[in-house]
Nanobody, 127 residues
Framework: EVQFEESGGGLVQAGGSLRLSCAAS????????VGWFRQAPGKEPEGVAC????????FYAPSVEGRFTISNDNAKNTVYLQMNSLKPEDTAVYYC????????????????????WGQGTQVTVSS
């Protein structure tokens, strides 16, 4: 059974930083990528970043590249999303997710594009 435990969301001013954590279990297929998608109120989900677990190769949506960094601590089975230079448009619920790397959507997506996801953590960026 795949499970995710997300943490680290909160309220931050524009220009600030937050780090999200995702403790993942049950993702055994090394062709899977673990990462994050987000969904703002009234908007469709957006794939943000992912990391292929077998080699830690990372991928980012254009909207966050250069500001967000995804990383992995294999010993803790935890994936992190370091978010810097946050903007009000980054406000959303962030969901940890897993999917075959070849099927990961970075950009506008739907929830059904992701095989597994967690309950989400709220990130709010004030202007």
């Amino acid at each position: 059974e795949v499970q995710f435990e997300e943490s680290g969301g909160g309220l931050v001013q524009a220009g600030g930083s937050l780090r999200l954590s995702c403790a993942a279990s049950g993702v055994t297929d090394d062709e899977y990528a673990v990462g994050w998608f987000r969904q703002a109120p009234g908007k469709e989900p957006e794939g943000v970043a992912c990391l292929r677990t077998k080699d830690n190769r990372t991928f980012y949506a254009p909207s966050v590249e250069g500001r967000f960094t995804i990383s992995n601590d294999n010993a803790k089975n935890t994936v992190y999303l370091q978010m810097n230079s946050l903007k009000p448009e980054d406000t959303a619920v962030y969901y940890c997710a897993a999917q075959d790397l070849t099927l990961w959507i970075l950009g506008p997506a739907s929830r059904s594009d992701f095989r597994f996801w967690g309950q989400g953590t709220q990130v709010t960026v004030s202007s």
